[in-house]
């Protein structure tokens, strides 16, 4: 796996490369960002125009563009405070990064969720 996950905490690195193992990803750079509330409630009324603070933000960049070189993916924004399970925050936002969405698929992303985080040694 080529995959470039400097700008990733590294006790989070697991779980980046089991979701992006898990989606087929490779050859690629994200950003994983801790932030607090302030900074959360921020991005998410900003970009989704949602007044409240929320536990996980994805920006994705790029959509598998032909350039040379690894691609990129984009950023995880993620608040601890918020959070139920950091973890499966990160995967959460990882997923959206490789192109799923809860809110227009079937279930898909929210299954390969839970297999990701059975993977990672999580109950479901």
């Given at each position: 796996m080529n995959v470039e996950l400097e700008d990733v905490p590294?006790?989070?690195v697991p779980a980046v490369v089991a979701t992006l193992t898990a989606t087929g990803t490779d050859d690629c750079h994200l950003?994983?960002?801790l932030v607090?509330?302030?900074r959360i409630h921020e991005l998410n009324r900003e970009h989704r125009n949602r007044d409240s603070a929320t536990d996980v933000l994805s920006f994705p960049v790029d959509f598998g563009s032909d350039s040379p070189g690894p691609r990129e993916l984009?950023?995880?924004f993620v608040c601890e405070?918020?959070?139920e399970d950091l973890v499966e925050a990160v995967v959460h936002g990882v997923l959206?990064?490789?192109g799923y969405d809860h809110e227009t698929d079937d279930g898909e992303m929210l299954e390969l969720q839970?297999?990701?985080m059975v993977e990672l040694g999580g109950s479901r």
């Open positions: 590294a006790d989070l950003a994983v960002e607090d509330r302030d984009g950023d995880v405070a918020e959070c959206h990064l490789c839970d297999r990701i």
